[in-house]
């Protein structure tokens, strides 16, 4: 039975994170990004933190030893899956066949020779944002919800910040 190297980089974090200056949506994207490549990864490979084909599963990057069904879904299905649980970051994959002569570290140096020139590809974000639609003023993306603030004004909010703050109140209510 075949094995694969799967890798996965996530890119543009600081950017997501940082996207505003505000600290609980810091917190919200920071805590959000480390879900991907933890909590995330592993419901989607039905395994756990302990599972030994995991290399890597942290700081926005991943590599795992996958058969050849696990590496197909992950490689179909898993970037969009990230992408529409934190829209503004993106995912580069790609993947190496294992060979049984070949170190695993040589492997590994191939995979991210090859993740290397796949983040340069440039990747369609999921949001489109047309000139007549109306942008939540903190980030300049276009806004999909608006709540009232302590003055009683409307603002508008972008996806990703508000994905950041319902992951944060979502997560504080389980403490």
């Known amino acids: 039975m075949s094995k694969y190297l799967y890798g996965a980089s996530i890119q543009g ?3 997501f994170i940082f996207q505003t200056n505000k600290l609980k949506e810091i917190v919200g994207g920071s805590e959000l990004v480390e879900e991907i490549c933890t909590k995330m ?3 989607f490979i039905d395994s756990d933190e302990l599972d030994e084909n995991i290399i890597v599963s942290a700081a926005g990057n991943i590599k795992y030893v996958a058969d ?3 590496c197909k879904k992950l490689v179909k299905a898993f970037p ?3 992408m529409n649980k934190a829209s503004g970051v993106t995912v580069s994959q790609s ?3 294992l060979d049984a002569s070949v ?3 040589v492997s590994i140096s191939q995979l991210e020779e090859k993740l290397k020139a796949e983040r340069n590809k440039p ?3 999921l949001e489109v944002g047309y000139m007549g639609l109306e942008r939540a003023r903190r980030t300049g993306g276009v806004a999909v919800n608006f709540k009232k603030n302590r003055k009683g004004n409307l603002e508008a909010f972008c996806e990703s910040t508000l ?3 319902n992951f944060l109140i979502k997560t504080t209510r389980r403490i």
């Open 123 to 125: 990747n369609m974000p």
């Open 103 to 105: 170190p695993l570290s």
């Open 68 to 70: 050849e069904e696990t």
């Open 80 to 82: 969009m899956e990230v």
């Open 13 to 15: 974090i600081q950017s």
């Open 41 to 43: 990864f592993y419901e």
């Open 163 to 165: 994905k950041k703050l």
């Open 95 to 97: 993947v190496i066949k």
